[in-house]
């Protein structure tokens, strides 16, 4: 697991250098939510509100994020992409693709089944501090 999370987050700085993994996740997060507050990204990840909130802070300066008050509660402010975070995004997300049909080129279709059936295992296992 360790070789696999210092591939996933050497991968996520060779397609795009100032988009760390954890940055990528969030900016995935955000695409898929249609927005939400930054609590919620702590909260979903299970990551501590400081961390979100550097992460967030770093994605606004680079223009990939923008708040915006959410409509129901003007208290609150949506993290939403930006249009340049949707295209950094975009290619991001093409080039991961392109790696992992690189990687899995040649792979025999049972192999290819059972990883897929492993990955879908694996990620609907219950994180850290889950309850049972």
Same mark, same amino acid.
């Given at each position: 697991?360790?070789?696999?999370a210092? $591939?996933?987050? *050497?991968?996520?700085?060779?397609?795009?250098?100032?988009?760390?993994?954890? @940055?990528?996740?969030?900016l995935?997060?955000l695409? =898929? @939510?249609?927005?939400?507050?930054?609590?919620?990204?702590?909260?979903?990840?299970?990551?501590?509100?400081?961390?979100? @909130? $550097? /992460?967030?802070?770093?994605?606004?300066?680079?223009?990939?994020?923008?708040?915006?008050? %959410? !409509? %129901?509660? /003007?208290?609150?402010q949506?993290?939403?992409l930006? =249009?340049?975070? /949707?295209?950094?995004?975009? /290619?991001?997300?093409?080039?991961?693709r392109?790696?992992?049909?690189?990687?899995?080129? #040649?792979? !025999?279709a049972? %192999?290819?089944?059972?990883? *897929? %059936?492993?990955?879908? $295992?694996?990620?609907?296992? !219950?994180?850290p #501090?889950?309850?049972?």
């Amino acid at each position: 697991m360790t070789v696999f999370a210092r $591939r996933a987050r *050497a991968a996520a700085g060779r397609m795009h250098p100032e988009l760390s993994l954890v @940055s990528y996740t969030l900016l995935g997060h955000l695409e =898929e @939510s249609g927005g939400c507050r930054a609590t919620d990204l702590a909260a979903h990840y299970a990551l501590d509100k400081s961390t979100v @909130s $550097r /992460q967030v802070t770093a994605l606004e300066r680079a223009g990939l994020v923008a708040r915006r008050p %959410d !409509p %129901d509660d /003007q208290r609150v402010q949506l993290l939403h992409l930006t =249009e340049a975070g /949707q295209r950094i995004l975009a /290619q991001v997300t093409r080039s991961r693709r392109t790696a992992f049909r690189e990687r899995l080129t #040649g792979w !025999p279709a049972e %192999d290819l089944e059972r990883f *897929a %059936d492993y990955l879908v $295992r694996y990620n609907s296992s !219950p994180g850290p #501090g889950a309850e049972d």
